[in-house]
Every structure is written in structure tokens, then in C-alpha cells.
């Protein structure tokens, strides 16, 4: 059976539900050894599965895209984690030099507030396109989303086929409710990005992120001055290739 077949991903689907999140990563690893990885950000839920990986030595992969854009408080969390965690590698994706050389200099450093399509780019240069590298040659990706994160998070299912990027993805923490979360973090120790006790929740570029204020959407905090429909970076979305999205 291949892995996109629906029929495979709906029994995942099945017997995923069942299980704790440590099981379904360790499920993952079992039956796709060595072609299991984890993409963090460093964010509440990323720190959450990470310590599931190194507490129960889950052999899954993790890999970090850095944008060159992020906060200060995100790099410290980052140092934290290989400091709390030093038997995890945690593999690095930066943006191609070329695209991004090319972008700046046609577009300034700060394009993306000046139209969705240039922050699209933005996002495709130091995002999507290290994306594509760090899954290509994958089985299994493992995230962080949760259904509380944004309207069109709330239909999810916990195993899903990538059709973009050829793989598998599975999302162990997605019906963790944001209190179920920080009472894991806090009672294992975790360490975690200094922001989030600032009203920072969902935490990306430092550009592209605020801080959001008792009552508002998770994402309220992201683009804030883009069209609610459009707070997707490419990473979570059935895009088109990456080539054909830059343009
Ligand atoms: S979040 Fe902002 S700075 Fe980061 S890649 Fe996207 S547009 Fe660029």
C-alpha cells in the first residue's frame, strides 16, 4: 500500500486516535525508521513533543527552519533546548542565499507589509522552499498544530497525506487544549520561549508578530494587517510548488 492512499491514511487516522502522543510517535518511527522528522519552532507545542522525543528516546528527527527574521527570545529557547537536551540533533535550514539576495535587492528588507504577495514570497523564500528541503526524502512529518490555533485548524485530522510534499503528517498534540499544554511544560521543566508569558501565542518572524489581547483569536497575533483568510505561511496549506507560488 502506498502512503498516500486513502484508505492508509484513514486507518492511521483510526488507530492514532488511540493513542497517547509518545505512542504515535513511537508508532511512526517503528514502522518508517529513519524517515520520521519533526519541524520546531521552539513554540509551547514544539518544546511539548521534543521532550516526548528525548524523554522517551523516540528515534524521530528534528529539524529547525531558521528565517533570519526571528526574535531574540526564540534563538535563547533554542540555545535552552540543546542545553536541556544535549543528545538531540537538532538539524538547521536557512534560505536559499541566492532567492533571498534577489528578493532584497528588488525588494527591500521590509516588502512584506507592502503587498500579501510579497509577504507570500517573503514566506516562500525563508519558509516553504527550506521546508521542501528538509522533508525531501521523508516518510512522516510530525508537527505541532493544534485545533485551537486558527479557524481552519479546527477540521484537522490527526493524520493527514501531504500531497505537496510527499509526506505523511502527523500532529500528536492537535486536540491538547492550550492549558493541557502549559500544565505538560510546566511539570516537566520545559524550557520555553519567554514570549509566550507576554501575550505572544502563536510566535513567528519578529516582523510578523505581535502579541494578541484577552479575547482575541490565536492567530490575531500573525500578518495582523492582512485579511484573516490569508494567515497561512504556505507551510500548513495545500500549496502549489514552491516555484510556481514564488512568482
Ligand atoms: S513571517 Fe514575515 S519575515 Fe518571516 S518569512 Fe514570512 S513574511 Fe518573511
Known sequence: MTLEQPQHIAELNQQLEAMSPEEGLRFFAENYPGKV???TSFSWEDQAITHLIAAGKVPVSLFTLDTGRLFKETYSTWEATMDTYPEL???TYTPDYGLLQDYLESNGPNAFYKSTDLRKSC???RKVEPLRRALAGQAVWVTGLRAEHSPNRQGLPMVEWDEVNGVI???PL??????ELKEFVNKNHIPYNSLHDKGFVSIGCLPCTRA?????????GRWWW?????KECGLHVHAEP?????Q
Open 169 to 171: 503528517k502527523y500532529h
Open 242 to 246: 514552491f516555484e510556481k507560488q514564488a
Open 226 to 230: 492582512e485579511d484573516a483568510s490569508k
Open 174 to 179: 492537535l486536540h491538547w487544549t492550550l492549558d
Open 89 to 91: 540533533r537538532i538539524k
Open 123 to 125: 514566506c516562500n523564500i
Open 37 to 39: 522528522v519533526f519541524s
Open 212 to 220: 494578541i489581547r484577552p479575547g482575541e483569536d490565536f492567530r490575531a
